[in-house]
């Protein structure tokens, strides 16, 4: 069965720190996309990243990175310099196979990220 | 673009009642999708459409109904409300799957429910 673990249920730092949020899949399936969203305290979901499979490289967009590692089934997001507007819950996704065309996401449960000036 | 749009923004229903959350995107696109959210748990899929006329259970589909009759509306029904309905429901589209892969969803504002 595929699932999305996200270990951490809240985090806290201080503005300025360095946050890593955890993501762990499983599936069966050799062609998978991985997901990371937003929401924020307003409540809407704010795409961030979309990686497939056959795709292992890093990704850095400004303050964001991912650390995607098929070995250990996990899709990591780390926030550099961590701001206050960063604050919010943070949600990694799985997509399933070709049911659904692969639109059907599996969310993890979220980690709640909150930052303090 | 308005995006995708749900009505109401919150609904109070007492149990045994019925009711339709309403979605709506002007993007064309052809996938659309109801979840839920509960504390701890995540987003859920209810059902999911992936065209007019198409549609398919989800994870979590006991005691809801979908239609697709057009592209731009996929009206969730709640046919007999209970209080484990009570959530907060968010509708979302996407164009279909292109050469690379499933593109971003596109969630609407979600609509808050209370069901007592």
């Known amino acids: 069965a595929q699932k999305v673990t996200q270990a951490q249920t809240e985090i806290s730092v201080v503005e300025k720190e360095d946050v890593t949020l955890d993501c762990v899949y499983e599936t069966r399936d050799t062609t998978y996309y991985l997901f990371w969203y937003k929401q924020p305290p307003s409540g809407e979901l704010v795409f961030l990243i979309r990686r497939n499979s056959f795709d292992e490289q890093n990704e850095i967009s400004g303050r964001y990175s991912w650390n995607f590692q098929k070995s250990t089934s996990s899709f990591n997001f780390t926030i550099t310099a961590s701001q206050v507007v960063d604050s919010a819950v943070y949600f990694c996704?799985?997509?399933?196979?070709?049911?659904?065309?692969?639109?059907?996401?599996?969310f993890g449960a979220g980690t709640r990220l909150a930052v303090h000036p | 673009n308005a995006g995708v749009t749900q009505t109401p923004k919150f609904q109070v229903l007492k149990t045994g009642q019925s009711m339709t959350l309403q979605c709506a995107q002007d993007?064309?696109?052809?996938?659309m999708s109801w979840y839920r959210q509960d504390p701890g748990m995540g987003l859920r899929l209810i059902h999911y459409s992936v065209g007019a006329g198409i549609t398919d259970q989800g994870e979590v589909p006991n005691g809801y109904n979908v239609s697709r009759s057009t592209t731009e509306d996929f009206p969730l029904r709640l046919l007999s409300a209970a209080p484990s309905q009570t959530s907060v429901y968010f509708c979302?589209?996407?164009?279909?799957?292109?050469?690379?892969?499933?593109?971003?969803?596109?969630f609407g504002p979600g609509t808050r429910l209370t069901v007592l």
């Open positions: 993007m064309n696109h052809e996938y």
């Open positions: 979302a589209s996407s164009s279909t799957l292109g050469a690379g892969g499933p593109n971003e969803q596109f």
């Open positions: 996704a799985l997509s399933e196979g070709i049911s659904g065309g692969y639109n059907k996401l599996i």
